[in-house]
């Protein structure tokens, strides 16, 4: 029953008996017409395809989502269209209350994939994890594929998925398997399954890290030497910084041996709001790779030895991620008048074809006094600096 407005406040879903077939949905939505957690990207066969996925209509009370809608641009950004991603809630004719963490890839054909969490309000985290194909771009899709159903008392997060540049039907994803409720210091797993057929079938899941505290936020990087990286952070350390670590796959994701490099660590300490000072929830690292020369590149939120303010750190790797340079500094933000206008977070990292490295940040330097607080995003190519 549920179709798309579209409208100007962004309000997507709409129910032909008044929200009755959706069971639990509606309950517990604070941010109506809400857009978060934005995943974007260029198809790598054409750069004028763009192609975005958020979710959509956050619930406050237990997290995620009424579902996931993407939108996508065949003219360089000029304009867009959207539709919703089927079967992830029952807004989208699927069986599952909720869905979160949405994450796109495009594959080496140019064909779309969007990975998804879907679960119920009573079990929160546990759920599937599901994926969508997109043969003509996103502006259809395919119903999802069960990746892996969790059985209670399992809970899963923090879900991203990775197209192998060269093998277009070679899919990757990762995400954290916790033991326990992941609002408590926990052991569990960061694991991997693999598809070879365009998303139709997958692998068992196989573990890459397993610790206490859990690894999350993983990223798949697939390098020109066809081996596999998997980056994950640590979810808590109490007293230390949360360290970004790295592992290597060089049979598909297969097995993942030895310890994992750190590369460093990411703080514990939140960012605030100039206005009244709330806390932020921000995703705190991002990597790439330059698929001429093979170097890693990974920028944090880092506060070089200072209790305050966050900035943007910048490591590199020219041996397949075993070693990493010393952080450095890479934000401008300039020195205002109290901390919050200084911070710098939520960067992110990109190489272009020609080895030019660029990366985005945002910051609150040109916040005016008052509420609400507004905040700026910048992008600096690190060639010029």
Known sequence: ?????????????????GGASWTNVTAGIDH????????????????DHIAAVWKQDRYTA?????????????????????????GLTPCSGGDWE???????????????????????????YGGAILVNRSTDGGRTWNDPVVVHEAPEPEYNDRETI???????CTIYTTWTRFDQDPVMITTGDVVFSRSTDCGSTWTEPVVVHRSRPVGIAAQIVVSPDGALLA??????????????????????????????TVIDGAPLSVLVTPDEGRNIRTASYDV????????????????????????????????????????IR????????????????????????????????????????????????????????
């Open 288 to 327: 790439a790779v330059d698929r001429q020369s093979g170097d890693l590149y990974v920028v944090w939120e880092h506060l070089f030895g200072e209790l305050f303010p966050h900035r943007v750190a910048f490591s590199s790797s020219n041996d397949g991620g075993l070693t990493w340079s010393e952080p």
């Open 231 to 260: 980056f994950f952070k640590q979810t808590r350390r109490d007293g230390e910084e949360r360290p970004i670590w790295v592992k290597r796959s060089t049979d598909g994701g297969a097995t993942w041996p030895g310890e994992p």
């Open 98 to 124: 909720r869905t979160t963490d949405p994450w796109l890839a495009f594959g080496a054909n140019g064909d779309l994939y969007s990975v998804s969490l879907s679960f119920d309000s009573e079990i929160p």
């Open 330 to 385: 890479v934000d401008q933000t300039p020195p205002g008048s109290s901390f919050p206008l200084e911070q710098a977070f939520l960067p992110s990292v990109e190489v272009s074809d020609d080895g030019t490295i660029g990366v985005t940040f945002y910051n609150f330097e040109n916040d005016s006094a008052g509420s609400p607080s507004s905040d700026s995003v910048y992008f600096l190519n690190l060639c010029d600096q």
């Open 1 to 17: 029953d549920a179709t798309e407005e579209g409208g100007a406040n962004g309000e997507i879903f709409r129910s032909s008996d």
């Open 62 to 86: 237990g997290g995620g989502s009424r579902g996931h809608v993407a939108g996508v641009s065949f003219d360089g950004g000029a304009t867009w269209e959207s539709t919703v991603i089927p």
């Open 32 to 47: 109506e017409g809400s857009r978060i957690i934005i995943s974007i990207l260029v198809d790598p066969t054409d750069p």
């Open 162 to 168: 990775t197209a192998d540049p060269v093998e277009a």
